[in-house]
């Protein structure tokens, strides 16, 4: 029987502080209608702490998913972190959570595809899984936004948002966990949705600093253009590849950039918005963390053999698509 990799839990933790439209409009040139009716974003949550980062979130996650399954962090082999704000540039932020939850059998990894971090690792985490190597293998998506966003800049202030989710992959034979997935990548859209400095091709400066080169930097209807198709796209080839209808899919877990985008989405599989994981009105987007975090927001709701279509789009450009057989 062939083994496959099951999701068996998931963990979430978002800060306490939320920034909304409103706190915006008293900071920067913006309203709630525009970012509304843009985005489909109301509200976001920000770690405020300076002593907190992606880690602190991703081992909360992580320490609530194995309370939740009673699990001893010693149980877990590997840890993959999908982020783009690494607590630092090394050691990968993966080492420091298994040092934060006590996993001191683990050996851990970051993967860092911008927005398409999570599906990226969860493909790679897999692997392990399938091939026998490893038994229990925690993927979590953690990104402390507010780390890299000018919030004077009102076309990306109001986009993003902190928060982190985890999941649990154990391997099964019954025929449930993940399918199939697809990844692509594009390097030549680089210069719409990048942060400029602080990597090796222009280290950190007083002049870096001095010209925000440290921050998010977006054209947002260039990005827009391509995410709107492309996020459709390979969303549509899952179901085709699976001979799956719109009937057969329990729900599609997007990720969360632009309401807008989503609904393409859903549009182009034929699938009615009742059964599309949305929760950008109260988080933004976080990054590496929308997809556990929907997949936690909704766990309540799912059954033994769902069918969920996770799909993504982000800086690289990167995008991908993943089938999954939800198994609890
Ligand atoms: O997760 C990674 C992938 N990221 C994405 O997929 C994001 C893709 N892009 C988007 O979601 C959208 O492009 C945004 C939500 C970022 C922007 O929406 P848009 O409909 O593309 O607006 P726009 O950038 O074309 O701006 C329209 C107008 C401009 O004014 P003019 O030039 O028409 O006079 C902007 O200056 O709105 C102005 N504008 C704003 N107005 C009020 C830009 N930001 C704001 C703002 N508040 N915050």
């Known amino acids: 029987m062939k083994i496959t990799a099951a999701i068996t839990g998931v963990g979430s933790y978002l800060p306490d502080y939320i920034l909304t439209n409103e706190e915006l409009e008293r900071t920067i040139d913006t309203t709630n209608e525009w970012i509304m009716s843009r985005s489909g ?8 702490d300076k002593d ?23 149980d877990i082999e590997l840890i993959i972190v999908a982020t783009v704000t690494p607590d630092h540039q090394y050691p990968a932020t993966a080492n420091i959570v298994a040092d934060m939850i006590g996993a ?8 860092q595809a911008a927005c398409s971090s999570f599906i990226y690792a969860l493909t790679t985490a897999s692997k392990f899984i399938e091939s026998g190597a490893h038994k229990k293998v925690l993927v979590i998506g953690s990104d402390k936004m507010s780390s890299i966003v000018d919030f004077t800049c009102r076309k990306t202030a109001i986009l993003f948002g902190d928060g982190a989710g985890a999941v649990l992959l154990e391997p099964t034979t019954d025929g449930t966990g993940i399918i199939d997935s697809r990844m692509y990548s594009d390097g030549s859209g680089k210069k719409y949705l990048y942060q400029p400095a602080g990597g090796s091709l222009m280290p950190s400066s ?23 198709i492309k996020m459709a796209e390979v969303a ?25 985008i989503i609904e393409a989405t859903a549009n182009r ?13 109260k988080y933004g987007n976080t990054t590496s963390a929308t997809l556990p975090l929907c997949l936690a927001e909704w766990e309540h709701q799912l059954k033994k053999g769902d069918n969920l279509i996770l799909t993504t789009f982000g800086a690289g450009f990167t995008w991908g698509g993943l089938y999954l057989k939800w198994s609890y």
């Open 269 to 281: 599989m034929g699938v009615s918005m009742d059964k599309v994981m949305l929760n950008i009105q």
């Open 206 to 228: 007083i002049e870096t600093v001095t010209n925000k080169e440290h921050f998010v930097v977006m054209d947002g209807p260039a990005v827009f253009k391509v995410a709107v």
């Open 104 to 111: 001191k059998n683990a050996w851990g990894f970051d993967i």
């Open 41 to 48: 974003i109301s509200e976001r949550c920000i770690l405020k």
């Open 236 to 260: 549509a080839e899952m179901m085709e590849r699976n001979h799956l209808t719109s009937d057969d899919v329990a729900f599609l877990v997007p990720h969360q950039a632009n309401k807008r």
């Open 52 to 74: 907190k980062a992606s880690a602190y979130m991703a081992a909360e996650a992580a320490k609530q998913l194995l309370s939740k399954k009673g699990l001893s962090p010693l």
